[in-house]
């Protein structure tokens, strides 16, 4: 028997979305496991959310289509300024240092 928790999780989807920034097929074979990761630590079920071209990823986190959003910077403090955003994650690069990378953006309300 599946305790509450479990089922809880089950049933509900949390939507990820991104900009591009090579190609949708590079951006989809790096989120993909990062999604499946996800699954696996939390138990929670997570799906890409894919936009149309002219949707901004930053309207879409606040309008809570998307729970989650991997974005630059530029798009971060907008978020912020308008919906009042956290960062989750933060990727650092190879050297070790908080430059250039993307971000893990969640709607205090989420």
């Known amino acids: 028997m599946l305790s509450d928790l479990k089922l809880q999780k089950q049933q509900y989807t949390y939507f990820i979305?991104?900009?591009?920034w090579h190609s949708l097929q590079e951006?989809?074979?790096q989120y993909l496991p990062f999604l499946n990761y996800l699954y696996k630590a939390?138990?929670?079920?997570?799906k890409l959310h894919f936009m149309p071209k002219n949707i901004n990823i930053v309207e879409e986190l606040g309008k809570n289509k998307v729970q989650f959003?991997?974005?630059r910077a530029t798009s971060f403090?907008?978020?912020q300024i308008k919906y009042d955003t956290n960062v989750l994650v933060r990727?650092?690069?190879l050297a070790g240092k908080a430059k250039y990378q993307s971000f893990f953006v969640v709607h205090l309300t989420s």
């Open 17 to 20: 979305g991104f900009e591009i």
């Open 42 to 46: 939390t138990d929670y079920h997570f």
């Open 91 to 93: 990727g650092i690069n």
């Open 77 to 79: 403090i907008d978020a």
């Open 27 to 29: 951006n989809v074979a």
């Open 69 to 71: 959003a991997l974005m």
